[in-house]
């Protein structure tokens, strides 16, 4: 005969067992990157102000994003009059559904740089450009600096 609670306890004993063993393994874990590399990197110059040119580089960059997901790096960088894509308020005609999908790109991981050159030929600010935009000291620069680090350049 068997006494209340033995099958319960060892269920318990099993739970806690596996707990601790989950906890020390992720101690472990953490103590890594959670993710390797991406084996892609792609730097897309984004130069121009034109809604269809707009669409066109966005649709490249979320089917890059959608065929390799996790496995690919993709920054877009962001001079001349493309800029007013990161604009809080934009000088040029930007479609609010491109403003959109460079928000939701930015929120997939996709980096958004703005030329800091051209933002100071215009008068801007950190304050005129989209929270998620990183500033980058001179949008040429940076195409060139992301191809010495392994990125593939691709220009519309």
């Known amino acids: 005969m068997r006494t209340p609670g033995t099958r319960r306890d060892f269920f318990t004993n099993c739970f806690m067992t596996g707990l601790i063993a989950?906890?020390?393994?992720?101690?472990?874990?953490?103590?890594e990157p959670l993710f390797d590399d991406p084996e892609h990197k792609v730097v897309y110059q984004f130069n121009q102000a034109d809604p269809d040119y707009?669409?066109?580089?966005?649709?490249?960059?979320?089917?890059?994003?959608?065929?390799?997901?996790?496995?690919?790096?993709?920054?877009?960088t962001a001079i001349g009059p493309g800029i007013h894509i990161l604009a809080e308020d934009p000088e040029r005609p930007v479609p609010e559904i491109i403003q959109k999908r460079v928000a939701s790109l930015a929120a997939y991981g996709v980096s958004f740089h703005a030329c800091g050159n051209t933002m100071k030929s215009l008068g801007w600010?950190?304050?005129?450009?989209?929270?998620?935009?990183?500033?980058?000291?001179?949008?040429?620069?940076?195409?060139?600096?992301l191809q010495?680090?392994?990125y593939s350049y691709i220009s519309w």
Do not use: C, P
């Open 22 to 31: 989950l906890l020390a393994a992720s101690s472990q874990i953490m103590a």
């Open 54 to 76: 707009m669409a066109h580089v966005l649709f490249s960059v979320g089917a890059l994003l959608r065929k390799y997901g996790d496995n690919i790096h993709i920054v877009v």
């Open 125 to 145: 600010t950190k304050d005129d450009i989209l929270d998620f935009a990183e500033i980058v000291e001179i949008g040429a620069d940076d195409l060139m600096l």
């Open 148 to 150: 010495e680090q392994g």
